[in-house]
């Protein structure tokens, strides 16, 4: 499955345009954040979607981090599509 829009994100959590200066999105139910405090560049973005349970009991995979927002959407993608 593929959302149809990317939405931006400001400070203040309201939606606005896609843009380079904005580092927040969100994907259909899914956030998609710019990690700053990354330690490698091949995982400067960070996915999750919004009923993520990071308990080690949930067994809940829909977190992932990318270098890019593009490769964060493919990669969403192909978690929807399996």
């Known amino acids: 499955m593929s959302f149809n829009k990317l939405t931006g994100l400001d400070a ?3 939606e606005v345009e896609p843009h380079p200066r904005i580092h927040s999105y969100r994907y259909g139910p899914w956030h998609i954040e710019m990690d700053y405090n990354s330690l490698s560049p091949a995982m400067d973005w960070a996915f999750w979607h919004k009923d ?3 308990a080690e009991d949930a067994n809940d995979n829909r977190y992932g981090r990318e ?3 593009d ?5 969403i993608d192909d978690m929807e599509a399996a």
Do not use: W
């Open 12 to 14: 203040e959590g309201k």
């Open 52 to 54: 993520f349970d990071g």
């Open 67 to 69: 270098p890019s927002l």
């Open 71 to 75: 490769a964060c959407v493919d990669a």
